[in-house]
């Protein structure tokens, strides 16, 4: 079993900052894409950004210029900067992990029990 445990979601005025950290633990070999995808009420899950183990990004238009996505490969972490954030970005943050297990040598996908963003006007 691995297991994604976020934090660092809360209620920020437009304009500002938030950070978000993610931290896998579990049986893990290795992790090869961690990313982080948001759902806003009434709508789909959306892809937010990802990046491999590489360091190779990618971003949904909508965060593009605004959200940076690293990670910590020794840690097994990733984290997201939001900056000049809007009230359009209010939403649960999910993070996301795709990689194989050890022992096994299985693959997985796990999904975080997301953490809320508020953005207020």
């Known amino acids: 079993q691995v297991q994604l445990v976020e934090s660092g979601g809360g209620l920020v005025q437009a304009g500002g900052s938030l950070r978000l950290s993610c931290a896998a633990a579990?049986?893990?070999?290795?992790?090869?894409?961690m990313g982080w995808y948001r759902q806003a009420p009434g709508k789909q899950r959306e892809l937010v950004a990802t990046i491999i183990s590489g360091g190779s990004t990618n971003y949904a238009d909508s965060s593009k210029g605004r959200f940076t996505i690293s990670r910590d490969n020794a840690k097994n972490t990733v984290y997201l900067q939001m900056n000049s954030l809007k009230p359009e970005d209010t939403a649960v943050y999910y993070c996301n992990a795709e990689g194989v297990r050890a022992v096994t040598y299985t693959a997985f996908k796990s999904w975080g029990q997301g953490t809320q963003v508020t953005v207020s006007s």
């Open positions: 579990g049986s893990i070999l290795r992790i090869n894409v």
